[in-house]
């Protein structure tokens, strides 16, 4: 005996039938597969190991939130810098990786990122990530979640400290007494490798600070200030110092940066101004012999200003899953994840509250804690073109610091032009 459906579906078409079994059937396969989602996320940290953590983050994330897919476009560093250009007009991701400072406010002013200030409020992550949320924001918005950092200092090597009597310098008198005392021993003073230019640029960025503080180094970056500034030029005066009583390593421009660093750790030079690269380029059981201290107070009064580059990560404005994404980031930003992120590429976790396992990337956390302000890195801080131009005068003044007039007459015209 038929029942009252079969009877009626007798007189429907057969198309009518197929229709009305695809509804069905829909409706049997339930709402997971109608409510499925694509989460693509678009970066440049294609490293093993950060490949790695994000590819488990992202596992995890599925795991937590049955129906989303996250898709991740992993690509190397060069060629992402090209394509974020394009694709964050044309076919935007949902979440897209970036530096930060004027890398990112190149892409805020054009509207190109969402707005985050809220999502920091809901998450509570101003405090956690107060060090960084200036390299982050534009005005008084947030527009990326810090992903990591890198602190800058001086790396030393321990036992030529010791043996020369040494302590960490605390002023800058104290630093070119000791690279005094190094060099008449045969010690280099200063190892430094600045045919990658970007090498240099700390010596010019930390005087700056110490000199002048943080808000005349900022100004300066962002074209407000003049590099022929009489305090621009104490700035280089200070610089010259060291350079004209032969402290640097000789022909520093043959050097790559990594190509200077064993010569710190064989003892034939004292002291790199650098990032943690110099721990991790060197064989773990040579970490213990390399000491670190920060750039030493030049002027008494100025506060500690310190460089802190951020890397962070960004929702594109033409996003199609915005809340998902802040989900994703929600997610992300949680300590452990975004400590395993920073671990897995040897650079430090973009949030203060964390713990670490090695003692070293501790003291940094505190050392970022420390600042009463941070920049970032000249030619983050900066327009493109202008830290082109200002790398390769800071390389030429380190070979012929009697150039000093003519480059930052140089640098002043090509600030005129580019910030006019």
């Known amino acids: 005996m038929l029942n009252q459906s079969a009877i009626r579906i007798r007189g429907l078409s057969r198309r009518a039938v197929t229709a009305a079994l695809a509804v069905v059937l829909a409706g049997l396969a339930g709402p997971a597969l ?195 500034d009489p305090r621009i030029k104490k700035v280089f005066d200070l610089w010259a110092e060291p350079i004209k009583k032969g402290y640097f390593l000789e022909n520093a421009s043959s050097y790559g940066w990594q190509e200077a660093i064993p010569l710190l750790s064989q003892g034939r030079a004292a002291m790199y101004l650098l990032g943690p690269y110099v721990r991790t380029s060197l064989p773990a059981e040579l970490h213990e012999r390399i000491g670190f201290f920060k750039f030493p107070e030049v002027k008494p009064g100025v506060p500690n200003y310190e460089e802190l580059s951020v890397n962070g990560v960004a929702i594109p404005s033409g996003a199609k899953n915005k809340a998902l994404a802040k989900q994703f980031l929600a997610f992300f930003a949680q ?37 009463k302000g941070s920049s970032q890195f000249y030619d983050r801080d900066t327009d493109p073109e202008m830290a082109q131009i200002g790398m390769r005068g800071f390389q030429e003044f380190l070979a012929n610091p009697e150039r000093v007039d003519t480059i930052l007459q140089r640098l002043e015209a090509a600030r005129a032009r580019i910030f006019k």
Not at 40 to 63: C, H, L, V, Y
Not at 169 to 191: C, H, N, Q, R, Y
Not at 341 to 352: C, D, E, M, Y
């Open 34 to 228: 109608a409510q499925t989602q694509t989460l693509t996320i678009n970066t440049d940290r294609s490293g093993a190991g950060q490949k790695a953590a994000m590819t488990k983050i992202a596992a995890d994330f599925e795991a937590k939130n049955p129906g989303v897919k996250v898709t991740i476009n992993f690509s190397d560093v060069e060629s992402y810098k090209t394509s974020i250009r394009n694709f964050l007009v044309t076919t935007p991701p949902d979440i897209a990786f970036w530096f930060t400072g004027a890398r990112m406010r190149a892409f805020t002013k054009r509207n190109l990122f969402e707005d985050l200030t809220s999502f920091f409020a809901e998450q509570k992550l101003d405090e956690p990530m107060k060090p960084f949320l200036a390299a982050v924001s534009d005005g008084d918005k947030r527009f990326m979640l810090p992903t990591n950092f890198t602190t800058w200092g001086f790396y030393y090597n321990k036992d030529l400290f010791e043996k020369a009597g040494l302590t960490p310098p605390k002023t800058w008198d104290e630093l070119m007494a000791a690279a005094g005392k190094l060099k008449a021993s045969g010690v280099i003073p200063f190892t430094i490798g600045t045919r990658d230019l970007w090498a240099n640029d700390l010596w010019f960025d930390y005087l700056n600070l110490r000199e002048n503080g943080l808000d005349f180094h900022m100004a300066l970056m962002d074209g407000k200030e003049s590099y022929t």
């Open 335 to 371: 300590p452990q994840n975004i400590a395993d992120f920073a671990k897995a590429g040897a650079v430090l976790p973009g949030r203060t509250d964390v713990t670490l396992d090695d003692p070293f990337s501790m003291s940094q956390i505190e050392h970022a804690k420390s600042a």
